[in-house]
T-cell receptor, first 118, second 115 residues
């Protein structure tokens, strides 16, 4: 069965610090997709990134970067030079590409609440 | 595109009342999903539709919950009768089609409080 673990329940950093949010997943499929979503205080879920299991290249988007390591089943998210606006709950999610669920059933991690203090 | 639109944003109702949550998916998206978010259980998939047909409703907690998608541009999630433990944020999401792993587009959610 698929599972996503985000061991860090809450993290507090001071503005301009770098912060890494951990995500560890479990799946028996060889084809799967990993996601990160941001949920700011306003409540909506904002899509940040999608990664498929065949693409282990790390990705950088501005201050955001993602480190995908299949060997450790991890898909960590780093925010460089954090800002107060980064304060939110961040969810990691996994979707298996199996015939049984057509890959539509996301499994979300419990989320990590990030507080960036001024 | 306006994105996935949910209404109302907030709903407060008394126990025993019927509650209807509404969702308008992105035009052209063929798959629609209802999720519930609570502190205790996180994000849970309740039901999803493909081409307006319910595919999997195994996440619906009880018979008090029902969902419909009468056409490609509208879906409802109904709770009758509502109970305090139904208090949660309910999200609707859509994606282009079943099997298209692009990531979902979520609505802003409906915060339901049952008193």
């Amino acid at each position: 069965a698929q599972k996503v673990t985000q061991a860090q329940t809450e993290i507090s950093v001071v503005e301009k610090e770098d912060v890494t949010l951990d995500c560890v997943y479990e799946t028996r499929d060889t084809t799967y997709y990993l996601f990160w979503y941001k949920q700011p205080p306003s409540g909506e879920l904002v899509f940040l990134i999608r990664r498929n299991s065949f693409d282990e290249q790390n990705e950088i988007s501005g201050r955001y970067s993602w480190n995908f390591q299949k060997s450790t089943s991890s898909f960590n998210f780093t925010i460089t030079a954090s800002q107060v606006v980064d304060s939110a709950v961040y969810f990691c999610a996994l979707s298996e590409d199996s015939p049984d669920n057509y890959g539509q059933n996301f499994v979300f991690g419990p989320g990590t609440r990030l507080s960036v203090l001024p | 595109d306006a994105g996935v639109i949910q209404s109302p944003r907030h709903e407060v109702t008394e126990m025993g009342q019927e509650v209807t949550l509404r969702c308008k998916p992105i035009s052209g998206h063929n798959s629609l999903f209802w999720y519930r978010q609570t502190m205790m259980r996180g994000l849970e998939l309740l039901i999803y539709f493909n081409n307006n047909v319910p595919i999997d409703d195994s996440g619906m907690p009880e018979d008090r919950f029902s969902a419909k998608m009468p056409n490609a541009s509208f879906s409802t999630l109904k709770i009758q009768p509502s109970e305090p433990r139904d208090s949660a944020v309910y999200f609707c999401a859509s994606s282009p089609w079943l099997g298209r792993i692009d990531g979902y587009t979520f609505g802003s959610g409906t915060r339901l409080t049952v008193v």
